[in-house]
């Protein structure tokens, strides 16, 4: 069973500049700030060279944005599952739209993830390829329509047919699997149509990285999903 | 000109797990001390979720093995060159054999890392690939063949012809680019011998990394450096 | 409803020299010959080059190899389904263990495999991978573990459980979807044995490619499917 | 030695409709009377799955888009070389701007085009990257700066210095290699601005496949490079 409280906010921080070195510690304090305040499980996922310093600073779950399908040994350049947990990452989101991975990859990275005791979130683009991704049996899918990362048009208003299709589909191939939605999410009320869609909760950069006010869009998130239980 | 002190010795960490995590910063200790003592500039790039806590705990040049072709934004999972410079990197490898990368894009590479005022050291297969790579003006250029990469049959002994011929093919391009060879160094001799060939260093993984005695071999390489000048 | 005969005993010819240009043609001639004399349905798989010529040449159901995940357009160098529908084929593997695939891509061949009227073969490497691609609805499903891919080893006989479960997985998300088997097929007693444990045939390469007498391979494999029935 | 006649008009056909299957042929059919009529030598570059028949239907030379760095074996999907050799191929582009290689495989694939007695045409994307490239002794260098292709800005009007440059550093690298460019032409006096910057002809695409009247630009061409002479 996954060891991570939902309904949850995991904040990607891409390699945004706005998140990145002293700046991701920064922000990663701010999201814990207002996960303490609100009661609200907020995740944060930094740059792999940024973990450590973050997990250092933080208490809040840590994600890496990404692990390669590869055991210890010789594969120079590459992301081991097992650097990421040692510097102190509780997951691993899988198959972002901007990393996508074959097939057969993802399958392994899933398994590796679960052995290690990891949290696997694995992104995918369309209700048809969450219920293949459900298949894999991770811990959650978070569907990010790709057209809609980064616009500000939010996924739970905008397609609100394709994540109730991808949940019910989901759900049907793995009713364990955790339910998340992604892309264009800026505002309070586009995550609490995310959770009126059956999911548990949000995967958001840009709408929190590049925010004026990151606690501000933060706290309103948390409200919402606070009020929505 | 390249702020980088040689002759020199890269140890590229590469995904073991003898040089992971707190590993990772031992063996680096274990490298700044005989740096310290012998006086030669030794080097170590360790995986991109070691980079921070290894500089923290280092005084010596850190390497990071790989960043991406990428400027900061919306690159999910990559390796940003900025995100290593600010964990303290001083340089980067660039097309490891385990880790290469399209022509274009070492050049893209290349190109930021001189930007940043950060060392490239781009790794090449054969005389050929080392004289298209001395073109884009890297710092450094390591010839590493990749069926000797792992065998402890050392390139400076086993291919002189291959190390000079690049040698001369890079020096008749760009004679400010600084050469090394790596592949199967295991002992000082193999260090000696790369020196004679006319490389200002080796770039060395599993015979520091796993060797019984690490500090020994290091001090056994320095020591080869030191009576070769 | 797909349009094509099972039982069914496809021959991938990879990159072999037996099987390229003129010897792709000689060795389909033969592959049609054993079909119409035994009345099973053989199909070929020969490389994009070799496609138009081979269908020109035989009746057979002929394969591509690959198609890449592209709609007409700027795309020098990759293969376009139309390219190879125009060229004569029937059909195209996807995701070969030597030509992975990204999920999201695999997920666009199908479909576009499927809105051009044409048989989509997935490659998969287990049974949670084959569970995962028959979320995407192709037509066939051809289980090919890489471990024994070219060994002689018979996936029916070495890996019977992983077949059995690959049947069962896929027929439980889809059951229009056809169960193929392949690697390390080399004699009728495998063809028979991946009969047995659910699949409606097999995919080979060398058994019949390198072959002394393929005609006499074949003839064998579609006895033990005519039997069998 | 190269064995093909300069100047020359390479036209690449990628993946457009208008230069797929028959419509393939029919293109090289008229870009074959164009090149009787002019004297001129007029090169096309189909998709792999039309080289047998464009090579069926024509005299002139035609090229494979793209083959991939493997010998003949277990490449499910790749291009083999001896593939496109044998439906007729006279060379292949190399590390298209569409289909960008590593710089080790642009450096096997100019070898074993070499070995083969075929002609080598690499792409590039820069002045630098040209430098790099003609150390890899290909026969043709074509720069096609990415951000003009497909635009009918020219390279040779919009880019002079970028063209002069290429020439200068190939030619300095390795004075055998024939030069040409590419993107944004679709004018006579494109084709002639780019002879009169040093370069052996052009590349060209959307300017001659997707054009009205195919017959009368390539014609144009051919004119501008008869006035030059």
């Known amino acids: 069973m996954m060891n991570l409280k939902v309904p949850v906010i995991i904040v990607n921080y891409k390699t945004y500049s706005e998140a990145t070195g002293k700046k991701a510690v920064?922000?990663?304090?701010?999201?814990?700030?207002?996960?303490?305040?609100?009661?609200?499980?907020?995740?944060v996922a930094p740059q792999a060279?940024?973990?450590?310093?973050?997990?250092?600073?933080?208490?809040?779950?840590?994600?890496a944005q990404h692990v390669d399908p590869i055991v210890p040994g010789s594969s120079t350049g590459h992301i081991l599952l097992e650097s990421v947990k040692e510097a102190g990452a509780t997951g691993t989101l899988i198959n972002h739209a901007e990393k996508q991975l074959k097939l057969r990859d993802i399958?392994?990275?899933?398994?590796?993830?679960?052995?290690?005791?990891?949290v696997s979130v694995v992104c995918t683009s369309n209700a048809a390829v969450s219920?293949?991704?459900?298949?894999?049996?991770?811990?959650?899918?978070?569907?990010?329509?790709?057209?809609?990362?980064?616009?500000?048009?939010?996924?739970?208003?905008?397609?609100?047919?394709?994540?109730?299709?991808?949940?019910?589909?989901?759900?049907?191939?793995?009713p364990c699997v955790v339910t998340l939605c992604g892309a264009g999410i800026t505002k309070g009320e586009d995550v609490a149509?995310?959770?009126?869609?059956?999911?548990?909760?949000?995967l958001v950069a840009s709408g929190i990285v590049k925010a004026k006010d990151p606690r501000k869009v933060l706290m309103e998130f948390s409200e919402a999903i606070t009020e929505a239980l």
Chains 1, 2, 3, 4 share one sequence.
Do not use: Q, W, Y
């Not at 149509?193 to 949000?202: E, I, N, P, S």
């Open 26 to 43: 920064k922000l990663s304090k701010t999201a814990e700030a207002v996960s303490l305040e609100s009661g609200v499980n907020i995740c």
């Open 193 to 202: 149509a995310a959770l009126k869609l059956g999911t548990m909760g949000v």
């Open 107 to 118: 399958e392994a990275i899933v398994a590796r993830t679960r052995e290690a005791g990891m």
């Open 49 to 63: 060279a940024d973990i450590a310093s973050v997990c250092d600073a933080v208490s809040i779950p840590v994600f």
């Open 131 to 174: 219920e293949a991704a459900a298949a894999l049996k991770p811990d959650i899918i978070s569907l990010e329509p790709p057209e809609l990362i980064g616009t500000g048009i939010p996924v739970s208003k905008s397609k609100p047919d394709a994540v109730t299709e991808m949940v019910t589909l989901v759900k049907h191939v793995n």
